[in-house]
C-alpha cells in the first residue's frame, strides 16, 4: 500500500467506473462508487487560505463518527465519554463502529469518507495524513485546538506524537498496553512474550489478528526494531510465526476475553481493559477469573490513539465540541476505572480513579510510555510488506 | 439480463481490472502488472494450499448435506400427506432467525464450557478442566455448523423433484414384482437425481467461498479460502492480490457449474 502523491495511473478507478458505468446503459455504478470529498472554499485543507467555518448554531450537528465499539455508542455505559456535549444539548452522534485501524483505514481509503471524526491509532497516523480525495484534497485535516478548551490540560508530550506537519491532525486520548494475559489458575508462564509463542500451551492460545503480532515475536527473538525489520530479519519473524501459529487456537478480533473466561484459550495477546473485563467478567465482583496481565521481560508494547477530523465536514464546531468533551477529566476518570486505560488529561483527580489501576499501569506516569519502561508503538516502515506476509501466516495457519 | 451485466459481469470485470493493477486501491505508479497472478500460480503455496482446503471442507459439506436432506425431501414428498406443508415449514423456520445467531448458538453448545462438555462433566465421561478441545474452533466445527444451517435449504430442491415425480412409475415397479428397496435404487433416485445435483450445487458453490461461519467458529484451524479474500481486502489493504483470489475463485466455480450443468442436464435426458 503506497501512500505516495497521487501519481499517473494507466487508467484511474474514477474513468474506469465512470465508463463501465455509462456501457452497462446506466449511470447507477458511477453514482454508488467513491464519495468524493470536495472541500468547501476556506476550510483549512488549504493552509494558504483564511479558515472560515459558520458557528455552530448554524451546523447541522448530526456528527457521524467511525470509532472503536465500546466508545461512545453506549454499549457499555461509554456514552459518559461525551456527557459534557450531551448535557450540552448537542444532538446525540450516530456511531459507526470499527473493529480494527487496518479496516476501518480501509474502508475509508476505498471512498467511505462520509464521516466527521475518527479514532485511529498511532502507527497509521501518518496513513491517515496522507490519505487523498480523488480531487486530490486532503480526506482529513487539522484540528484547531483554540476550539478544544479542555486542550490546555492535555499531556503535551502526548499531544506533540498527534502534531504532523506542523498541524495538530490528532488529539491524542487514550493510551495502554499491549502484553500477555493468562489464566493463573490454569497456566503459569514465565513472564515473557515467548509465552504466546510457547509450545507447552498448544490449542490454548489466542493472538491478536493484526499484523502487529509481528511486534512481540519481533520483541522475543531480540530483533532491535521490530516495526522497521530488514528482509532477512522479516523472513526469520515470518518463519517463526508460521512455525508457531499451530499452536494457536483462536485469532480474536475484537475481545479474547470471553474465550478466556470460558476456558477456550488459557493465555492471549491483550490490551489492559480485557483483563479488567476478564477480572469480573459477568459477575460483577472483580473475582470471576484468575487472569494475570503480565509484564514480560522484553516490556510491554505501549499505545495511543487520537481523534482525527475530516475535511470538508459540515459539523466544525460540533465536531471540536465533542472531542472537547472527551478529553474532560470526568471522561478521562470514567476510561481509567471502566477500561483501565490512560487519558491524556493530566487535571484528574487521583481520589476519583481506582489507585489500584493507576499503580499497576502507573496511569499518571506518561514517562511509561518511553522506551525501556515500555516499547512504543510506532509507524512501519514497509507496512504493505508486513501485511502481506501476515495474510500468509494466518492463511497457513490450517 | 441487464441485472446480470450489472451485478456479475460489470463487477468481474472491475474486480479483473484490481488484480491486474490496471485500478488500484490507492494512487500507484506501478502500472499494469500480472504479479500478483504470478504468486498465485506459480510459488504462492500458501493461497493455494488453503483453496484446496476449502474445495475439500466444501465437498465434504454438500455430500453430508444432501445425504441428510434426501431422507428429509423423501420423507415430505413420499410419505407425508397433507401435512408437508406445513413440515416444510417447521423446517424451514430457521431461516426466520439471524444466520449470525444460529451459527454463534454452537459456541454455547461446543464451548470448552458449553452444553456438551459440561454433560460430559456431569456424567463422568470426562474431567473436569478437560474439556473435548476439537468441539470447538476447528475444522469439524465448521463442517458441523455448515451442515446445520444448510440441511433444510438443500431439503427443498430434493423435495420438489421428488413431489414432481410420476407416481405410476413408482406402482409399475411394484406391480412388475420389484422390493421398495429395488424401487427407489431403479426409479426413484435415477429419477432425482437432477434435484440432487442441484442440491450438491447450492451447497458446494457458496461453500467454497464461506468465510462468516470459518470466523466465528473456525479458529485458526477452519480458516477457509473466503477468509482469505475478505483479509486481503479489508485488513490488508491488498486489492490487487484479493481480486486475483475472488477471480481464481470465480473461474473455478464457473467451470464446476459448467461441469454440474452438464450432468445435470444428461441425468434429465436419461429420466425423460
Redesign the interface.
Known amino acids: ?13 474514477r474513468d ?2 465512470r465508463t ?1 458505468g455509462v ?4 449511470g ?2 458511477a453514482a454508488c462508487r467513491q464519495v468524493t470529498s470536495v472541500p468547501p472554499v476556506g476550510t483549512s485543507s488549504d493552509t494558504s487560505t483564511p479558515v472560515t467555518h459558520p458557528p455552530i448554531e448554524e451546523e447541522t450537528g448530526d456528527l457521524r463518527i467511525y470509532e472503536w465499539l465500546g466508545y461512545g455508542d453506549g454499549s457499555y455505559g461509554d456514552d459518559v465519554l461525551w456527557a459534557e456535549y450531551k448535557d450540552a444539548g448537542y444532538p446525540a452522534p450516530k456511531f459507526i463502529k470499527t473493529f ?1 485501524d ?2 476501518g ?3 475509508v ?2 471512498g467511505s469518507t462520509d464521516f466527521d471524526i475518527v479514532h485511529p491509532c498511532a502507527y497509521r497516523f501518518e496513513d491517515w495524513v496522507a490519505l ?1 480525495n480523488d480531487d486530490g484534497s486532503p480526506t482529513m485535516q487539522p484540528w484547531d485546538t483554540s476550539l478544544i478548551a479542555n486542550f490546555a490540560d492535555l499531556n503535551p508530550n502526548l499531544e506533540a506524537y498527534g502534531n504532523i506537519n506542523g498541524e495538530q491532525y490528532f488529539i491524542v486520548a487514550d493510551w495502554g498496553f499491549a502484553s500477555p494475559m493468562y489464566r493463573a489458575d ?1 497456566i503459569q508462564p514465565d513472564d515473557t512474550w515467548g509465552a504466546i509463542f510457547d509450545e507447552a500451551y498448544e ?1 490454548r492460545i489466542s493472538w491478536w ?3 502487529n503480532m509481528f511486534i512481540p515475536a519481533g520483541l522475543y527473538l531480540g530483533i532491535p526494531e521490530p516495526y522497521n525489520m530488514t528482509d532477512a530479519e522479516l523472513e526469520q519473524t515470518t518463519d517463526f510465526l508460521m512455525e508457531k ?2 499452536l ?4 480474536w ?1 475484537d475481545d479474547p476475553t470471553p474465550d478466556l473466561v ?3 484459550v488459557d493465555i492471549a495477546y491483550a490490551w489492559q481493559n480485557h483483563w479488567w473485563a476478564a477480572l469480573d467478567y459477568g459477575s460483577g465482583s472483580k473475582k470471576a477469573v484468575d487472569a494475570v496481565y503480565m509484564n514480560p521481560k522484553e516490556g510491554r508494547i505501549s499505545w495511543y490513539c487520537g481523534f482525527a477530523l475530516f475535511n470538508g465536514i459540515e459539523n466544525y464546531n460540533h465536531a471540536h465540541e465533542y472531542v472537547n468533551s472527551w478529553m474532560s477529566t470526568g471522561s478521562a476518570e470514567w476510561l481509567i476505572n471502566n477500561y483501565a486505560y490512560g487519558h491524556t488529561n493530566t487535571a484528574v483527580d487521583q481520589d476519583k480513579v481506582t489507585k489500584e489501576l493507576v499503580e499497576q499501569f502507573s496511569l499518571d506516569d506518561p514517562s511509561i510510555l518511553q522506551e525501556p519502561n515500555s516499547y512504543p508503538e510506532r509507524p512501519y516502515s514497509r507496512r ?1 510488506v508486513y ?2 506476509l ?3 501466516v ?5 | 439480463m441487464l441485472w446480470l451485466i450489472l451485478f456479475f459481469i460489470v463487477p468481474i470485470f472491475i474486480v479483473a481490472a484490481y488484480s491486474v493493477g490496471l485500478l488500484s486501491l490507492l494512487p500507484s505508479d506501478a502500472g499494469v502488472s500480472f504479479f500478483a497472478w504470478k504468486r498465485l500460480l506459480e510459488w504462492d503455496a500458501v493461497y493455494l494450499q488453503l483453496f484446496r482446503k476449502s474445495i475439500w471442507m466444501a465437498l465434504e459439506v454438500s455430500v453430508i448435506v444432501v445425504v441428510l436432506a434426501y431422507p428429509v425431501g423423501y420423507f415430505l414428498a413420499l410419505v407425508v400427506g397433507r401435512r408437508r406443508y406445513i413440515l416444510l415449514l417447521l423446517i424451514i423456520a430457521p431461516f426466520l432467525t439471524s444466520y449470525l445467531l444460529r451459527v454463534l448458538a454452537w459456541r454455547l453448545i461446543l464451548g470448552a464450557e458449553g452444553v456438551v462438555n459440561s454433560l460430559l462433566v456431569t456424567i463422568g465421561a470426562r474431567e473436569a478442566g478437560d474439556p473435548i478441545q476439537w468441539l470447538i474452533y476447528s475444522r469439524f466445527t465448521v463442517i458441523l455448523v455448515l451442515v446445520y444451517v444448510w440441511v433444510p435449504f438443500v431439503a427443498l430442491p430434493i423435495f420438489v423433484t421428488l413431489e414432481n415425480l410420476d407416481r405410476s412409475l413408482l406402482e409399475a415397479g411394484s406391480d412388475l414384482g420389484a422390493s421398495r428397496v429395488r424401487t427407489f435404487l431403479r426409479v426413484t433416485l435415477p429419477l432425482s437425481l437432477p434435484g440432487v445435483a442441484a442440491a450438491f450445487t447450492f451447497v458446494f458453490i457458496p461453500t467454497i467461498g464461506e468465510f462468516i461461519t470459518p470466523s466465528l467458529v473456525g479458529g485458526t484451524k477452519g480458516t477457509m479460502y473466503g477468509n482469505a479474500i475478505s483479509e486481503l481486502f479489508l485488513k490488508g489493504s491488498n486489492w490487487e492480490t484479493g481480486s486475483v483470489l475472488a477471480l481464481f475463485l470465480v473461474i473455478v466455480v464457473a467451470v464446476l457449474m459448467l461441469v454440474l450443468g452438464r450432468f445435470v442436464q444428461v441425468r434429465n435426458v436419461e429420466a425423460i
Open positions: 500500500m503506497s501512500q505516495a502523491p497521487r501519481g499517473p495511473m494507466p487508467f484511474s478507478r474506469f467506473m463501465t456501457m452497462a446503459g446506466a447507477l455504478l480494527d487496518d479496516s483505514y480501509t474502508k481509503a476505498a487523498t490454569k490449542g489478528d493484526s499484523l501459529v499451530p494457536v487456537r483462536t485469532f478480533v470460558n476456558g477456550d504493505d501485511n502481506d501476515w495474510l500468509e494466518k492463511a497457513s495457519a490450517g
